[in-house]
């Protein structure tokens, strides 16, 4: 089948040959169809030569040649004319445009499109979603709210812009999932550097990796993680963009980068967030003095303004012959966060907010092409100087009527404080991926994490003396083997070695005498050994088969070993969670007629974690602390459905379903099954699912105007808040539909402005999260974008 | 349910003693059968994740089982606390300084639990009933010497007026006063302390681990009035445990666990006792003593449930610890300074936990005290005349938080 060459080797070209580009002459151009448009996935060769390369997404490609005079380029593409182009010394220094004709005869033979860089990790043996953030720039959402779109994901967070969020992944959640960004853990960046206030404008893509992950990512993640890939390229760009909309909410985005023909780079992107959250919300407010309700009252919040501005700086070099890529950055930020609630409505704050920063120098190096082109090498470094502080220092009790009370004597809110913390944090990650015989690959990873937390309080000082050392140190090293049968599929198997030391000294009393204080200083180190293999097989040109397992280890959190300084207490005791995950999917793409296309994909997951961390309360019950409580299963489905016809229309749905179980048979202490064995895990949504249209006008008015009209929709099951079996008299979170829309006018041919009109949840639906926290209404925004690329 | 009724008129004829009082509630509600009364019991999962509270009602303690399986009044969050007064039954969150929703319920004719509202309220740690009041504290263990006080109607259900302490003042020591609990002692409310630190790591932890303090306050004014100190024993009461009871003539007797800390370790020296304040006065009675760690085998007092006539059902530990329940338990008689350990009970080692908030009708014989196992929950009950206990009512599905009686109101 030629198709299934012209797979291969558009395959093998971005896989292997990208690397091999440096070292020679670039030949650079585009591709466009006979309307202009670019054309991603041409297949590019020198004529009677296997090698080649693949237009990008901008239809644009690069390709190394010997000498021009006399080399001929290929350029074939399915659905368009094969094209030849003969280069001539002046092409050196010119772009070149080539421009493909449609092939008149209609497809019979099933295809598959060439593959862009998206399709390719779709396609590689994991089960991993790809959200392509570039469709998503011209709209108002942070990453989190991104990420919900995708099947097997829900993000659940605690109000409107800024809030805490968290992400579950096939049941598992918080820190059981990994966040990347690069391919370097996000770990402990901060609240000024979150999922809930990086824009999906800083994103190019972003990948989820579910129940399985890549050797080369180096996570103790027992449930999967997310990749965020940030836009990286060797030309100078600039995106800017700002949005303004109900609850007084501003967002700017600044991306740039300057690439100077030396291969000189500085890229700094910056962005900004604000919102009063002033979103109305429906509670029984009650009498300041009194304690009695008054029901149902719609009161708008308001105690709950968030705002951060983070800047990154980076500059060095791209293809150079030291390094393809070595810059040194500064992320620098800072965020401000009032505290509207507890975890519960009822619990109404009025004063009490948060503040932190960040200040985290950085560095990034690559190199690819050593030892004969068989090496490829990286290494990321950054160190985090952030602080975090708790503000609670008025001794007052409000209600949703804004009235309080004030008592004379010092307090606050909930627990006075001012106490500020740093955790000193330090990444160090490597990774070396070598080409050891024909087709296989062996790829070596290490994640250093050092924390070492030190915090006071200029309220009480004297406790500054007891303050204990809190450090710790994570190293975890992954070895990995590839075995890759080109156009067939691939086959990996990987071990991952954990070791994580833990430093604290315990405050004891040496000589019984009143406030006397030593230290007792106290090292644990435990080491786990995880290990998974993945595989993944072209039944035919259009219909992909993969399986996958591992067994995934997740180290406590420097959080949970040390507390949180506020609510959570430190456990030293703790051990790693471990899940044993078992993934099987396919996907099938078909092209039902000329432009008309339908992609689809279905998963099935089975993960068996044992010592899940959870949350108790503490012996006097003052605060939290984790501890390795119960054992899970789930098993489950999600599947997604694509239709698009051209690039005019496309729409689309997913949906999960999972059956998440208990699976402690007997609780401590216990010699009888305990009663909610086997019953499904409590206020966590098990059913849920999205779906999406979108239009494009090209050309509407004039070419280079052009009108796109999106529309999504979010559906949750209704689901308990304890556990299902018990009572009869119970408490649930209601289903929930969710539905936006936007209309996206874009101008311009080269510089291009783009603006946008959002209505998030048009029909004003009640919206619930966590322990039914209510979630922002109807609301607008309006969004103006400049980029040059 | 599964429960059969059985007659068990004392305790349908002196009711909740202290805990019930009169009630001429003007909610229309219908009318029920003049004397319907049943057994609440508050129930807690022993899974370690979502866990909310169930009350189950029963018509008897001493046969039958009852589940939480599809059954049972599910409590919004985890660790509540529930005091009856006024015919009616609150159900508190203690939500770690945050205020939450008081949900009341009454009992209908047909003996099923109503809604009747919810109401704010702080969060407490520790609350009486005095007369048709609801008195409530809470007191900070670090920060701020903080203590703030909340008096709730039971027939407007709502919070009628509040204020704040300095406990750092009522200590006078250097450290703070951490009450154990609130007691209605004649008209004033007496709160049995701990001396804390409060601060240093160490909030728990004091340098006055051999003295008991009582402060007593002015009701309904809530004035401090005196504060009441003795050398004999370590502090009455525990950590969210009550160790004080006013018997049938109005005197006060008071346990000591003794097991103040410092840095974690045990520091009191002086055994686990019973003291006396007699009726109308505000001192400890210094020509009362009664020294129950000697006569139990070295083992001390954990909790305890006055059954009336001078008798306490009090479990018992052999090791000390400042938040440690007993597994056994001992018949103590504070009229006659005797102690009888009582037989019946599980062995204390498959013993998982003992309820603390428990039932007793006050006819001077029995208690009803909930008993988790390694194969179960059951409520036992305890007989203070023959020193034994029997099996009762079996709990599925989890640990007994609470005991307690609640009548329909009469029209």
Same mark, same amino acid.
């Given at each position: 089948?030629?198709?299934?060459?012209?797979?291969?080797?558009?395959?093998?070209?971005?896989?292997?040959?990208?690397?091999?580009?440096?070292?020679?002459?670039?030949?650079?151009?585009?591709?466009?169809?006979?309307?202009?448009?670019?054309?991603?996935?041409?297949?590019?060769?020198?004529?009677?030569?296997?090698?080649?390369?693949?237009?990008?997404?901008?239809?644009? @490609?690069?390709?190394?040649?010997?000498?021009?005079?006399?080399?001929?380029?290929?350029?074939?593409?399915?659905?368009?004319?094969?094209?030849?182009?003969?280069?001539?010394?002046?092409?050196?220094?010119? &772009?070149?445009?080539?421009?493909?004709?449609?092939?008149?005869?209609?497809?019979?033979?099933?295809?598959?499109?060439?593959?862009?860089?998206?399709?390719?990790?779709?396609? &590689?043996?994991?089960?991993?979603?790809?959200?392509?953030?570039?469709?998503?720039?011209?709209?108002?959402?942070?990453?989190?709210?991104?990420?919900?779109?995708?099947?097997?994901?829900?993000?659940?967070?605690?109000?409107?812009?800024?809030?805490?969020?968290?992400?579950?992944?096939?049941? @598992?959640?918080?820190?059981?999932?990994?966040?990347?960004?690069?391919?370097?853990?996000?770990?402990?960046?901060?609240?000024?550097?979150?999922?809930?206030?990086?824009?999906?404008?800083? $994103?190019?893509?972003?990948?989820?990796?579910?129940?399985?992950?890549?050797?080369?990512?180096?996570?103790?993640? +027992?449930?999967?993680?997310?990749?965020?890939?940030?836009?990286?390229?060797?030309?100078?760009?600039?995106?800017?963009?700002?949005?303004?909309?109900?609850?007084?909410?501003?967002?700017?985005?600044?991306?740039?980068?300057?690439?100077?023909?030396?291969?000189?780079?500085?890229?700094?992107?910056?962005?900004?967030?604000?919102?009063?959250?002033?979103?109305?919300?429906?509670?029984?407010?009650?009498?300041?003095?009194?304690?009695?309700?008054?029901?149902?009252?719609?009161?708008?919040?308001?105690?709950?303004?968030?705002?951060?501005?983070?800047?990154?700086?980076?500059?060095?070099?791209?293809?150079?012959?030291?390094?393809?890529?070595?810059?040194?950055?500064?992320?620098?930020?800072?965020?401000?966060?009032?505290?509207?609630?507890?975890?519960?409505?009822?619990?109404?704050?009025?004063?009490?907010?948060?503040?932190?920063?960040?200040?985290?120098?950085?560095?990034?190096?690559?190199?690819?092409?050593?030892?004969?082109?068989?090496?490829?090498?990286?290494?990321?470094?950054?160190?985090?100087?952030?602080?975090?502080?708790?503000?609670?220092?008025?001794?007052?009790?409000?209600?949703?009527?804004?009235?309080?009370?004030?008592?004379?004597?010092?307090?606050?809110?909930?627990?006075?404080?001012?106490?500020?913390?740093?955790?000193?944090?330090?990444?160090?990650?490597?990774?070396?991926?070598?080409?050891?015989?024909?087709?296989?690959?062996?790829?070596?990873?290490?994640?250093?994490?050092?924390?070492?937390?030190?915090?006071?309080?200029?309220?009480?000082?004297?406790?500054?003396?007891?303050?204990?050392?809190?450090?710790?140190?994570?190293?975890?090293?992954?070895?990995?083997?590839?075995?890759?049968?080109?156009?067939?599929?691939?086959?990996?198997?990987?071990?991952?070695?954990?070791?994580?030391?833990?430093?604290?000294?315990?405050?004891?009393?040496?000589?019984?005498?009143?406030?006397?204080?030593?230290?007792?200083?106290?090292?644990?180190?435990?080491?786990?050994?995880?290990?998974?293999?993945?595989?993944?097989?072209?039944?035919?040109?259009?219909?992909?088969?993969?399986?996958?397992?591992?067994?995934?280890?997740?180290?406590?959190?420097?959080?949970?070993?040390?507390?949180?300084?506020?609510?959570?207490?430190?456990?030293?005791?703790? &051990?790693?969670?471990?899940?044993?995950?078992?993934?099987?999917?396919?996907?099938?793409?078909?092209?039902?007629?000329?432009?008309?296309?339908?992609?689809?994909?279905?998963?099935?997951?089975?993960?068996?974690?044992?010592?899940?961390?959870?949350?108790?309360?503490?012996?006097?019950?003052?605060?939290?602390?984790?501890?390795?409580?119960?054992?899970?299963?789930? $098993?489950?489905?999600?599947?997604?459905?694509?239709?698009?016809?051209?690039?005019?229309?496309?729409?689309?749905?997913?949906?999960?379903?999972?059956?998440?179980?208990?699976?402690?048979?007997?609780?401590?202490?216990?010699?009888?099954?305990?009663?909610?064995?086997?019953?499904?895990?409590?206020?966590?949504?098990?059913?849920?699912?999205?779906?999406?249209?979108?239009?494009?006008?090209?050309?509407?008015? &004039?070419?280079?105007?052009?009108?796109?009209?999106?529309?999504?929709?979010?559906?949750?099951?209704?689901?308990?808040?304890?556990?299902?079996?018990?009572?009869?008299?119970?408490?649930?979170?209601?289903?929930?539909?969710?539905?936006?829309?936007?209309?996206?006018?874009?101008?311009?041919?080269?510089?291009?402005?783009?603006?946008?009109?959002?209505?998030?949840?048009?029909?004003?639906?009640? +919206?619930?999260?966590?322990?039914?926290?209510?979630?922002?209404?109807?609301?607008?925004?309006?969004?103006?974008?400049?980029?040059?690329? | 349910?599964?429960?059969?009724?059985?007659?068990?008129?004392?305790?349908?004829?002196?009711?909740?003693?202290?805990?019930?009082?009169?009630?001429?509630?003007?909610?229309?509600?219908?009318?029920?059968?003049?004397?319907?009364?049943?057994?609440?019991?508050?129930?807690?999962?022993?899974?370690?994740?979502?866990?909310?509270?169930?009350?189950?009602?029963?018509?008897?303690?001493?046969?039958?089982?009852?589940?939480?399986?599809?059954?049972?009044?599910?409590?919004?969050?985890?660790?509540?606390?529930?005091?009856?007064?006024?015919?009616?039954?609150?159900?508190?969150?203690?939500?770690?300084?945050?205020?939450?929703?008081?949900?009341?319920?009454?009992?209908?004719?047909?003996?099923?639990?109503?809604?009747?509202?919810?109401?704010?309220?702080?969060?407490?740690?520790?609350?009486?009933?005095?007369?048709?009041?609801?008195?409530?504290?809470?007191?900070?263990?670090?920060?701020?010497?903080?203590?703030?006080?909340?008096?709730?109607?039971?027939?407007?259900?709502?919070?009628?007026?509040?204020?704040?302490?300095?406990?750092?003042?009522?200590?006078?020591?250097?450290?703070?006063?951490?009450?154990?609990?609130?007691?209605?002692?004649?008209?004033?409310?007496?709160?049995?302390?701990?001396?804390?630190?409060?601060?240093?790591?160490?909030?728990?932890?004091?340098?006055?681990?051999?003295?008991?303090?009582?402060?007593?306050?002015?009701?309904?004014?809530?004035?401090?009035?005196?504060?009441?100190?003795?050398?004999?024993?370590?502090?009455?009461?525990?950590?969210?445990?009550?160790?004080?009871?006013?018997?049938?003539?109005?005197?006060?007797?008071?346990?000591?666990?003794?097991?103040?800390?410092?840095?974690?370790?045990?520091?009191?020296?002086?055994?686990?006792?019973?003291?006396?304040?007699?009726?109308?006065?505000?001192?400890?009675?210094?020509?009362?003593?009664?020294?129950?760690?000697?006569?139990?085998?070295?083992?001390?007092?954990?909790?305890?449930?006055?059954?009336?006539?001078?008798?306490?059902?009090?479990?018992?530990?052999?090791?000390?610890?400042?938040?440690?329940?007993?597994?056994?338990?001992?018949?103590?008689?504070?009229?006659?300074?005797?102690?009888?350990?009582?037989?019946?009970?599980?062995?204390?080692?498959?013993?998982?936990?003992?309820?603390?908030?428990?039932?007793?009708?006050?006819?001077?014989?029995?208690?009803?005290?909930?008993?988790?196992?390694?194969?179960?929950?059951?409520?036992?009950?305890?007989?203070?005349?023959?020193?034994?206990?029997?099996?009762?009512?079996?709990?599925?599905?989890?640990?007994?938080?609470?005991?307690?009686?609640?009548?329909?109101?009469?029209?």
């Amino acid at each position: 089948m030629q198709y299934t060459k012209i797979l291969a080797t558009a395959f093998l070209c971005c896989l292997f040959f990208q690397t091999l580009l440096a070292q020679q002459t670039q030949i650079s151009g585009q591709v466009t169809d006979p309307d202009g448009a670019a054309l991603p996935g041409v297949l590019v060769r020198i004529s009677g030569s296997t090698s080649g390369v693949v237009s990008d997404a901008e239809g644009n @490609f690069r390709i190394p040649v010997a000498k021009p005079d006399g080399t001929v380029l290929e350029f074939s593409f399915l659905g368009y004319g094969m094209r030849q182009v003969a280069l001539s010394s002046a092409s050196f220094s010119e &772009k070149i445009k080539v421009t493909l004709e449609t092939e008149a005869s209609e497809l019979e033979e099933v295809t598959v499109l060439g593959k862009s860089e998206l399709a390719e990790i779709r396609e &590689k043996a994991f089960n991993v979603s790809v959200v392509d953030a570039r469709k998503l720039h011209h709209t108002n959402l942070d990453l989190g709210h991104a990420l919900d779109r995708v099947s097997g994901v829900r993000v659940r967070e605690s109000g409107g812009v800024g809030s805490r969020m968290n992400l579950s992944l096939n049941g @598992f959640s918080g820190k059981q999932i990994k966040f990347f960004i690069d391919g370097i853990p996000m770990d402990d960046f901060g609240s000024s550097f979150q999922l809930n206030n990086i824009p999906i404008n800083l $994103a190019e893509r972003i990948e989820v990796y579910k129940g399985v992950v890549p050797v080369g990512l180096g996570a103790d993640a +027992l449930g999967g993680a997310v990749n965020i890939v940030t836009k990286n390229t060797a030309k100078n760009y600039a995106d800017i963009s700002y949005s303004y909309g109900s609850f007084n909410t501003h967002r700017t985005v600044v991306n740039t980068a300057y690439v100077a023909p030396s291969g000189f780079t500085v890229q700094l992107n910056a962005f900004q967030n604000y919102s009063d959250n002033s979103y109305w919300v429906d509670v029984d407010v009650a009498d300041i003095n009194t304690g009695k309700y008054y029901p149902n009252q719609r009161v708008r919040r308001f105690h709950d303004t968030y705002h951060n501005e983070t800047v990154i700086a980076q500059f060095g070099f791209q293809n150079k012959p030291f390094a393809d890529r070595l810059l040194i950055g500064l992320t620098a930020g800072k965020n401000y966060s009032e505290v509207q609630t507890g975890a519960r409505l009822v619990t109404v704050f009025g004063a009490w907010h948060r503040k932190g920063n960040i200040l985290m120098p950085t560095l990034k190096y690559q190199k690819s092409g050593l030892l004969n082109d068989r090496l490829t090498v990286a290494l990321n470094a950054n160190y985090n100087f952030g602080t975090e502080q708790n503000i609670d220092t008025l001794n007052r009790r409000y209600n949703w009527f804004q009235q309080y009370k004030e008592y004379d004597m010092p307090g606050g809110e909930r627990s006075r404080s001012m106490y500020k913390y740093s955790n000193n944090n330090a990444v160090v990650s490597a990774n070396a991926r070598l080409k050891t015989a024909k087709n296989q690959f062996l790829t070596l990873s290490y994640v250093f994490n050092h924390f070492n937390r030190e915090g006071s309080d200029e309220l009480y000082p004297e406790n500054n003396t007891y303050e204990q050392p809190r450090q710790t140190q994570k190293q975890i090293t992954g070895l990995g083997y590839e075995l890759n049968f080109r156009d067939k599929g691939s086959f990996s198997a990987f071990g991952k070695y954990y070791a994580q030391s833990n430093f604290l000294a315990r405050a004891y009393n040496p000589t019984g005498n009143y406030g006397d204080v030593a230290y007792r200083n106290q090292a644990e180190t435990t080491h786990d050994f995880g290990y998974g293999v993945t595989g993944a097989w072209f039944v035919t040109g259009n219909l992909q088969v993969k399986a996958s397992f591992e067994k995934a280890y997740r180290l406590p959190e420097p959080e949970e070993l040390f507390g949180d300084m506020i609510n959570l207490a430190g456990n030293l005791d703790l &051990k790693p969670e471990s899940s044993y995950n078992y993934n099987l999917g396919m996907s099938l793409w078909k092209q039902l007629k000329k432009n008309h296309r339908m992609d689809f994909s279905a998963n099935g997951f089975y993960r068996d974690a044992r010592d899940f961390i959870r949350a108790r309360l503490n012996n006097n019950q003052a605060m939290t602390i984790m501890d390795n409580l119960y054992n899970v299963t789930n $098993a489950g489905v999600e599947g997604e459905v694509r239709y698009s016809f051209m690039d005019r229309f496309s729409t689309g749905f997913n949906m999960t379903w999972q059956n998440l179980r208990n699976n402690t048979e007997y609780e401590p202490g216990q010699s009888i099954p305990s009663l909610v064995y086997r019953d499904r895990i409590p206020n966590i949504p098990y059913f849920f699912g999205n779906g999406d249209v979108q239009f494009n006008f090209p050309g509407l008015i &004039k070419e280079g105007q052009d009108l796109s009209l999106g529309y999504n929709v979010l559906y949750v099951h209704d689901f308990y808040l304890y556990w299902p079996s018990l009572g009869s008299d119970k408490f649930d979170v209601p289903s929930q539909v969710s539905q936006d829309i936007n209309v996206t006018y874009t101008v311009g041919k080269k510089a291009k402005w783009q603006f946008t009109a959002e209505c998030r949840n048009i029909f004003d639906e009640k +919206l619930y999260d966590n322990f039914s926290l209510q979630k922002p209404g109807r609301a607008f925004y309006g969004k103006i974008r400049f980029f040059i690329y | 349910m599964n429960t059969k009724f059985q007659s068990f008129a004392l305790s349908a004829l002196f009711g909740a003693g202290l805990l019930v009082g009169c009630s001429d509630d003007p909610n229309p509600i219908p009318p029920g059968e003049v004397g319907t009364s049943r057994y609440i019991i508050a129930s807690t999962p022993q899974s370690s994740d979502g866990v909310a509270d169930y009350l189950l009602t029963a018509e008897s303690l001493t046969e039958g089982t009852i589940s939480t399986l599809g059954n049972g009044t599910e409590q919004d969050g985890t660790y509540r606390y529930y005091v009856t007064a006024g015919n009616k039954f609150f159900s508190m969150l203690y939500g770690q300084g945050n205020p939450g929703a008081v949900t009341t319920y009454e009992l209908d004719g047909t003996g099923s639990l109503v809604k009747l509202s919810n109401f704010q309220s702080e969060t407490v740690h520790a609350f009486a009933a005095v007369g048709d009041d609801i008195a409530m504290v809470r007191v900070a263990r670090s920060g701020e010497p903080i203590g703030s006080w909340f008096r709730i109607d039971t027939e407007q259900m709502q919070i009628v007026a509040d204020g704040q302490w300095d406990l750092a003042a009522i200590a006078n020591n250097g450290e703070r006063a951490h009450f154990s609990w609130i007691h209605q002692v004649g008209d004033k409310l007496f709160a049995p302390y701990f001396s804390i630190k409060g601060c240093c790591g160490d909030s728990f932890g004091t340098a006055y681990p051999d003295s008991a303090w009582v402060a007593v306050f002015s009701y309904p004014e809530m004035e401090l009035e005196k504060v009441i100190k003795d050398n004999r024993t370590s502090f009455i009461g525990r950590y969210f445990v009550p160790g004080m009871d006013v018997d049938e003539k109005g005197d006060v007797y008071a346990f000591s666990s003794s097991v103040a800390t410092s840095n974690g370790a045990i520091t009191s020296t002086l055994p686990s006792a019973y003291v006396k304040i007699k009726k109308g006065e505000y001192e400890f009675d210094q020509s009362y003593y009664f020294n129950v760690e000697e006569k139990a085998d070295g083992n001390y007092i954990t909790s305890h449930v006055y059954v009336g006539n001078g008798k306490f059902i009090a479990t018992m530990n052999d090791v000390k610890g400042a938040y440690d329940t007993g597994k056994r338990f001992g018949v103590v008689d504070v009229y006659n300074k005797t102690f009888t350990w009582i037989t019946g009970t599980p062995d204390p080692a498959v013993v998982q936990s003992v309820t603390i908030n428990n039932y007793s009708p006050k006819d001077g014989v029995h208690a009803y005290i909930g008993i988790t196992t390694d194969q179960g929950s059951w409520v036992y009950e305890f007989d203070a005349s023959t020193a034994q206990a029997t099996q009762g009512l079996k709990v599925d599905g989890g640990v007994i938080t609470a005991i307690s009686k609640l009548e329909a109101p009469t029209e």
